[in-house]
């Protein structure tokens, strides 16, 4: 494969002018400091109107749930084959060959989207949970012995990472080149800022690595990958595309769980009537993750493109306009929820956005949601309490809003 790490130039970006009448705000929704406390720009964005045009991007952004909704459900006037960050793959070229499953739209999508849905079907997870749940006893019960650690390495960072890799089948497990490869991954949705050339750097040892890892021969029977390639012996996608799949487990795989899981660690540690009300009622282990992404919004934002001139809630879209959908602000949004900035893990928040919404939705969510409950039901069953030990610091990130540290103490019951 072709390594291309030089980022495109910022000019590439430009496509739009601003729009007649939208309101102009001069604001780096990538800066280190929005990036890392985002709750006062996720406030404004909404606040300043339903669009706004950020003239240092030409970019379009949403925060208002409706409207982010809109834009994110309709994938005929907001596509993603242009890509689903800041470049527009129609004016400059992607860093890497685009997803066959992310950054391509109908009818392309459908074929490879129906075998990812039956890869990962609640159905095809009822083995694994088992193994799930013997993982997080087993982590938990070490942590616990433990006594203080830092949650982010410690507990987020290496329970996906014990047992995803497993679940596709990879032979040879690279914690360190698969936690870069999701960090590059979804930093290269940014501008070309230092996080992102940070991040790309790193390329040239990840890349080729993590290539290796989606060949068939490089996968055991009975995960995820090997399930994807028996979608190529059916004839129904083909080899290449059978390994360009698995690329798409190990881009979204990763991140976006060690960030989930580490966000509601920050979140019952900084709540501890919520933790005790988790204890009391183990069964609130996957509302009180829903609940987590609400509130934290792990994939704060992506992007999709007009590919004509169109309207939402009667706001004039250009053709051409990149629009930075803000899921962190919609999830935030107090028109949509009740007491929205209150962490209550029996909310039950349906339709929060944190899995995308329409039909590019998460389809590895069934994934994410059985990682993150036999972990929270392993720590409501194990732990007497979550105390921070140190201050949390937040990692910023260009379209993943995660923790880098989160000293915390498990204290037994
Ligand atoms: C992919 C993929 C899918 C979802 C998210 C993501 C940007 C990548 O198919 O590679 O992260």
Redesign the pocket.
Known sequence: MNVQVDAPLLEEHVAIAPPEGMAVWDIDPYSDDVLAEPAAYYAELRARGPFVYIPRYALLACGRYPETKEVFSDWQRFVSSRG?GLTDFKLAKPWRPP?????VDPPDHAKTRSVMVRVMSPRALTDLRQAFQAAADALVDALLAKGTFDAVPDLAEAYPTSVFPQAVGLTEIDTRRLVDYGAM??NA?GPDNALRRRSMAKGPDVVPWIMEQCRRERLAPGGFGAMIYAAADAGEITEAEAGMLV??LL??GVD?TVTGIGNAIWCLAGHPGEFQRLRENPRLALPAFEETLRITSPVHSFCRTANQATAVNGVAIPQDAKILCVLGAANLDPDQWPDADRFDIARRPAGHLAFGVGIHN?VGQNVARAEASALLTAIANKVGAIEFAGAPVWRPGN?IHALDSLPVTFRAP
């Open positions: 689903v997803s066959i499953i992310l950054e991954v979804f949705l690329r798409s881009s979204a976006t998460c379209a």
